[in-house]
T-cell receptor
């Protein structure tokens, strides 16, 4: 009964380093999302995917990249980390039947860039 | 374009009193509306949703929400608050008429229930 699993839970990066945030879901959901959460700012959509091989930009995609080679996995790549990328990152998935289904969220990755 | 607003950053209520967390939305068609709760250091959890039908929807942990089309609102309510209800609450909207099923989230409302 895993749902959406994110790794790592915490990470500290130095400016200019790169990393990949992993996200996997075992519910066979076609839609997957990456959000970042900053205090008082709610959730901002970074990238989303409507199925394997299909990805699209969200509201704040700069500095990030994604891929979706399988239904289960949706990794988020940070290239050349910057302090502005310090945030909590959430991966989510949903099984779309006309938009009426709720999203399932992972527990988040807290990233600090120093 | 779809949008959602949560006009209160924080709501304070005494334990045992009724609570309301406000949400208003803007869509071009008929909305799909959702409430989620986030406890500290956790991801968001689904509480309830309105898709169609009865304007009053009931969800987890005794929460309910009322869809009001004329006021474009979807306020979250609970008759008697518990200290354990203290958390961050997010309203979300989808406008399926636009062809995209991507939800838009509000900024969140921190609910604090005092003993």
């Amino acid at each position: 009964n895993a749902g959406v699993t994110q790794t790592p839970k915490f990470r500290i990066l130095k400016i200019g380093q790169s990393m990949t945030l992993q996200c996997t879901q075992d519910m066979n959901h076609n839609y997957m999302y990456w959000y970042r959460q900053d205090p008082g700012m709610g959730l901002k959509l970074i990238y989303y995917s409507v199925g394997a091989g299909i990805t699209d930009k969200g509201e704040v995609p700069n500095g990030y990249n994604v891929s979706r080679s399988t239904t289960e996995d949706f990794p988020l790549r940070l290239e050349l980390a910057a302090p502005s990328q310090t945030s909590v990152y959430f991966c989510a998935s949903s099984s779309e039947t006309g938009g009426a289904t709720e999203a399932f969220f992972g527990q988040g990755t807290r990233l600090t860039v120093v | 374009a779809q949008s959602v607003a949560q006009p209160e950053d924080q709501v304070n209520v005494a334990e045992g009193n009724p609570l309301t967390v406000k949400c208003t939305y803007s869509v071009s068609g008929n909305p799909y509306l959702f409430w989620y709760v986030q406890y500290p250091n956790r991801g968001l959890q689904f509480l309830l949703k309105y898709i169609t039908g009865d304007n009053l929807v009931k969800g987890s942990y005794g929460f309910e929400a009322e869809f009001n089309k004329s006021q474009t609102s979807f306020h979250l309510k609970k008759p008697s608050a518990l200290v354990s209800d203290s958390a961050l609450y997010f309203c979300a909207v989808r406008d399926p008429s636009g062809g995209s099923y991507i939800p838009t989230f509000g900024r969140g409302t921190s609910l604090i229930v005092h003993p």
